[in-house]
Structure formats: structure tokens, C-alpha cells
Nanobody
Framework: QVMLVESGGGLVQAGGSLRLSCATS????????MGWYRQVPGKQRELVGS???????NYADFVKGRFTISRDNAKNTVALQMDSLKPEDTAVYFC???????????WGQGTQVTVSS
């Protein structure tokens, strides 16, 4: 199994910044795509951004230019730098990692991000 633990969430004012981190542990063979998703109550979980093992990134339109995703392949970690935060960015943010050997995704428990107006 692969365990993912997010950190760095919290309360911030609109226009502020937060940096989320995701640490992995367990029996890791090879993690391909890693990413961040978010979810608000009553809505489906949505992609925020993802990054391949080679460093190619993909972002949702609503965060382009404001959020930056990065990863450290040696440590199997992924981070999300969030700048110019808006109240609508308030959500629980989840880390995801795709295990190529097992052919499945693993998820963290989520971290709350609250942006006040």
C-alpha cells in the first residue's frame, strides 16, 4: 500500500498564499502522475492540477496563473503553491498519486483550505 499525507492547509485572507505538501510512505515502486484535487460539500471532487514524472503539468482553468504544482521524484512528494487565493478556492484539497506498478490511484485524507473575503 501507499499512504499519502497532506499538510499546509489553513485559513488565509483573499489574495494570500498557501503551500500544500504531500508526503508519501509505504511500499512504493513507481509513482507516475501525481496531483491535487479539491472538493466542496455537495459537489464532485475536481482536478486542480497534475504533474507527470517527467515534470509535465496540467492545470484546471480556474487556477491557471495562480497555482503551481511541483514534485520531487527522489522523495516521492508533491507540492502545490497557491497564490492570489480567492474565497471560491475554499475546499478540502486532496493529494493523489498513480502507482504504475499496481495500476491504481492512491489518495490522501485531505487538508482544509479556507479563504476569507
Amino acid at each position: 500500500q501507499v499512504m499519502l499525507v497532506e499538510s499546509g492547509g489553513g485559513l488565509v485572507q483573499a489574495g494570500g498564499s498557501l503551500r500544500l505538501s504531500c508526503a508519501t510512505s509505504g511500499n512504493i515502486f513507481r509513482l507516475n502522475t501525481m496531483g491535487w484535487y479539491r472538493q466542496v460539500p455537495g459537489k464532485q471532487r475536481e482536478l486542480v492540477g497534475s504533474i507527470t514524472r517527467g515534470g509535465d503539468t496540467n492545470y484546471a482553468d480556474f487556477v491557471k496563473g495562480r497555482f503551481t504544482i511541483s514534485r520531487d521524484n527522489a522523495k516521492n512528494t508533491v507540492a502545490l503553491q497557491m497564490d492570489s487565493l480567492k474565497p471560491e478556492d475554499t475546499a478540502v484539497y486532496f493529494c493523489m498519486a498513480h502507482d504504475a506498478y499496481r495500476g491504481r490511484d492512491f489518495w490522501g485524507q485531505g487538508t482544509q483550505v479556507t479563504v476569507s473575503s
